[in-house]
């Protein structure tokens, strides 16, 4: 992966669509991102510490399931980062050991009951753990029946790394470039129908993005406005997946974010959870 080249020819169709007075600005949005495919398998068939989308976890002995008010957590997936791409955590700057774990509230009374403005509104609906000693983990079941609603079938990943750049309506390009749909209209629409498009062509196979597209670290693939806190950084995202049985409201996808200069030290103890869909 040459980071220097790759750079060059994006910020070279950066100033081909017209946008060269933010070229300064946009070079910090440009990422490498690890995306992953899944391909079923049962829990069996994948190793303990595997990097898996569904399943049972592999945690320590005895260690405590987490929940969400009475709502016990559903297992989304673990990253094993001694298997990613050295020169994508090199450009982050994070270790390349240890196991990350994400957990979410996705039980449907949770997130579409009465009162699910509550859910919404709280960033303690997911959790996001570090386990820097492979050895001690062991496969561990999920304290609840396995409902397809909120236990996910277990898939193994092929890893692609993807360049990715931030989608038109995000706080990147709104806040840190200071375009929109309603401000500076003309260099927005260069943004979104001229730059995007040339960078779609050139580096993501089309018809991928009609496939889930689950992504560890980089830019979120945004659905809706895709506002973020602009002190936070995308950790994981985890599409709607029928390998997987996921379906985030209506085909959308959950996003975990998280401090990119804490998870150099591995601490996620701030990492939460957002949903879009469509």
Known sequence: MNVNATKEHILRLFREAGLEEYEKEFEQYITPSIRMETMQASDEEIMVGETKIGGNPDLPPDYTWPRWKTYPMSFIA????????????????????????????????????????????????????????QQTLTRTAAPFEQHEEFWFKPCKVKYIVDWTIPGSET????????????????????????????????????????????????????IQSGYVDGDHNLLLQIDSDNLVGTMWGDTGRIYFFGCIEKLKQMNVADAYAVMECT
């Open 78 to 133: 673990q990253i094993n980062l001694a298997s990613l791409s050295k020169e994508v955590l090199q450009h982050y700057d994070i270790p390349s050991k240890g196991i990350l774990s994400f957990f979410y509230t996705a039980h449907p009374d949770a997130m579409y009951g009465n009162k699910c403005e509550l859910f919404y509104r709280s960033k303690d609906t997911a959790k996001v753990f570090y386990f820097d000693d």
């Open 171 to 222: 706080y990147e390009i709104s806040k840190g470039l200071g375009m929109g749909w309603n401000h500076n209209r003309e260099v927005f629409d260069k943004y979104c129908f001229v730059f995007q498009y040339r960078f779609i062509d050139e580096f993501h196979n089309r018809s991928q993005w009609h496939e889930p597209i689950h992504r560890f670290l980089g830019n979120h693939d945004a």
